[in-house]
Each structure stands twice: as C-alpha cells, then as structure tokens.
C-alpha cells in the first residue's frame, strides 16, 4: 500500500476556456479520496494551488499567454511534489489545465537519475512560442521539460533538462501540429498514436510501453489528460478529439501500469466540470485513479 499526497492544481490560465481550475474539486467530490482509501491507501489531502489574478489592464504576448501565472503555479507545484516525494509519498495531481504538468515533471526529475513519462494524451503538447498556433501554454509542457522554448517555462524547478527524448511515450495521439511532428521525428521520441492502437489493440501497445520504459528509467511519470479518451467517454475537457481511447481501454491501460508497478508519480488533468455532463468527466478520472492504484473487477 502506498502514501499518497493529493495535490489540486487549479489552474485554467493555460488555455482560453475557463472553468477547469474546477477540475480538482470536481475530482474530489466523485469520491477519490474515498476510492484510494477504501483500497487501503493511506491518503492526505494538501489542497489547492491556484494563480494569482491577472492585474487589472495586464497582458501576456499572444505567444506566452498568461505566462505570470502559470509561471507562478507550477514553481509552487514543482516545490510541493518535490517535497512529497522527499517525504516518501506518492504525489498526485489533480488539474486543471496540462499546464501544470510543467511544474509535476520537475518536481519529480530532481529526485531521479533517469525519470521517463507516459504522456496519455491526445495532443502531444510538444509546442513552443515559436510552433504553437494558439498561445496556450497548456500546449508547451512536454517541450519545457525537454527544455525548448521560453527560459521562464523550462527552467521552473531548475534550469537542467527535465527529461531525455528517449524516456517518453506518448500514448493515444491524435492530433499533433506540424511543428510537433517534425520535433517528434527529429528527437526519436516514441509515439502511440491510435492508427496503432487501433490496429494491434490496447494490450499490446501497452505492453510495449511498458517494456520500452521498465529498464532505461528509474521512475515514470504519467501525465493523463481527459481528452486522451474518447469525448463521448469524457466530454468535460477543453479539446475534445473525436475517435479516441475508449473508457474500457484506458481501464486496462491502468490495470496494467498497476501490474508493471513503474508508475512513481501522476497527474490527471483536463477536467472542466463546465462543460461536463453530470460529473461523467471527473467520474472516469477517479475510476481510472482507482486501476491504477491496484482496483479490480474481482
């Protein structure tokens, strides 16, 4: 059984559509502290971080929107989870925005050598100032912890390279822009997409992750954003993406995480409970939450 520290992010200054800095007490009140500790964990609840307001009449360049605040948050964030993995704890962080996995990715790679990420997601979130189309930093995390683009997003929780191209999977991709594709052939980085998935089925592509990250890394991060499902599965995110993993899938890629045993910190993000359908969202968060930490159907 583990400890584990509950972390809200609430964070919604990455994007343009509000409302998902309600993601973590949308999380909360679908009962996930509840899920982990009928499971046996031993589970404390540190709260929220949230970002300061925008002064009245302040802006960002249209590149590095609101990049103050999200600044501000991840290197709280990347000092909290830091410090519970000091502690012995197992740090998850609940979203908000993808933004925030700018500040979980460093706080976790200044405790390990080799630290690899799963990246659950449908976008591969691989932009910068110069690639992205929209400004929206919840688009740039995965490129900050490689560290490309703007210095003040990279070097939160140090200025070292969080992570090396090699010890990322990217996994349920379905809309990547121009600029990510060529960054990803460029670095070698491994990609899922769901032609594949499609075509050889969840368990062996998982298994195949797995096996590609067990013996190069000494801890992996998994960073798993909503929209990675299907939006008829999770419709409460910002970015839907038609044509993605389905709820059952995405059970059985945790299952088997929980199996693997590699998964040493994690970040659910992307949850907006305005846009959601009676919580349907944040509901399939906790019971992903719940695979993950070891729940199973008998």
Known sequence: MKHISIIGASMDLGQQRRGVDMGPSAIRYAGVVERLQNLGHTVTDLGDLAPPLPSAGSSSPETLRNIEQVVDVNTRLAEQISSAIASGSFPLTLGGDHSIAIGTVAGVAGHYENPGVIWYDAHADL????????????????AAALGLGEDRLTSIGGSEVKLCPENIVIFGARALDEGEKQL??????QVYTMHEIDRHGMSVMMEEAIAYLKDKTDSVHLSLDLDALDPQHAPGVGTPVVGGLSYRESHLAMEMLAEADIITSADFVEVNPILDEKNRTAKAAVDLIGSLFGEKLC
């Open 127 to 142: 932009n910068t100032s110069d690639t992205s189309p929209s400004g929206n930093i919840h688009g740039m995390p995965l």
């Open 184 to 189: 990803i052939k460029q670095l070698g980085i």
